[in-house]
């Protein structure tokens, strides 16, 4: 089974830090995934990656930043975080090539900036 | 971006009953892949089925199925025979094959509570 897994499942943040957000999936998928997940606003995708140090902006990359060294891990950075960036962060892999395969997610990681 | 609207934000069912969850999206391609994910209160998006839009049969998984109406871009959800352990939030999702990482659109989502 794939398996993606993100580095907290909670955590809480002062107004102003810069924030990791790690994933990493055991799959040797090209593609990973940054999603926000808001209470009636459905999942927004916030970047996303389709190789070792590439990135592409989703629909709200405002506030955001993303690295990719490995291509096995996939991180998003809140430069300085703010009340607005709570939320629930989802991240996500998928093969390239496997068109059919549907993406994989991690649990989730509740972030609370207070 | 292709947009999907689930325009069911909340639906109850009895246990054992049949209950249909609403997709609907908006696209100009002609091939593209369509899904449902369900997500219980642990946060783990599961996938429930999935459709290729080129294929004209609707897809099946056990009590779960689709209805696949290309022409209206519909992709509604049917689950027979309803249990306790469905009750979660369940998404529809567009992947669109024009665009590079294949990502997925959501809809915003459809609550579904399961009564006994």
């Known amino acids: 089974d794939v398996k993606v897994t993100q580095s907290s499942r909670y955590l809480v943040k002062r107004t102003g830090e810069k924030v990791f957000l790690e994933c990493v999936q055991d799959m040797d998928h090209e593609n990973m995934f940054w999603y926000r997940q808001d209470p009636g606003l459905g999942l927004r995708l916030i970047y996303f990656s389709y190789d070792v140090k590439m990135k592409e902006k989703g629909d709200i990359p405002e506030g955001y930043s993303v690295s990719r060294e490995k291509k096995e891990r996939f991180s998003l950075i809140l430069e300085s975080a703010s009340t607005n960036q709570t939320s629930m962060y989802l991240c996500?892999?998928?093969?390239?090539?496997?068109?059919?395969?549907?993406?994989?997610f991690g649990d989730g990681t509740r972030l609370s900036i207070l | 971006a292709q947009t999907v609207t689930q325009s069911q934000p909340e639906m109850s069912v009895q246990e054992a009953e049949t209950v249909t969850l609403s997709c609907t999206y908006d696209?100009?391609?002609?091939?593209?892949?369509l899904f449902w994910y369900k997500q219980p209160p642990s946060r783990q998006m599961i996938l429930v089925i999935r459709?290729?839009?080129?294929?004209?049969q609707n897809a099946t998984e056990n009590r779960f199925s689709v209805n696949f109406q290309k022409a209206a871009k519909s992709f509604s959800l049917k689950i027979s025979d309803s249990q306790l352990g469905d009750a979660a939030m369940y998404f529809c999702?567009?992947?669109?094959?024009?665009?590079?990482?294949?990502?997925?659109?959501f809809g915003k989502g459809t609550s579904l509570l399961v009564t006994p």
């Open positions: 459709q290729e839009a080129y294929k004209q």
């Open positions: 999702a567009y992947r669109s094959l024009s665009v590079s990482g294949y990502a997925l659109n």
């Open positions: 696209t100009s391609e002609s091939d593209y892949y």
């Open positions: 996500a892999s998928s093969p390239m090539d496997i068109l059919w395969e549907p993406q994989h």
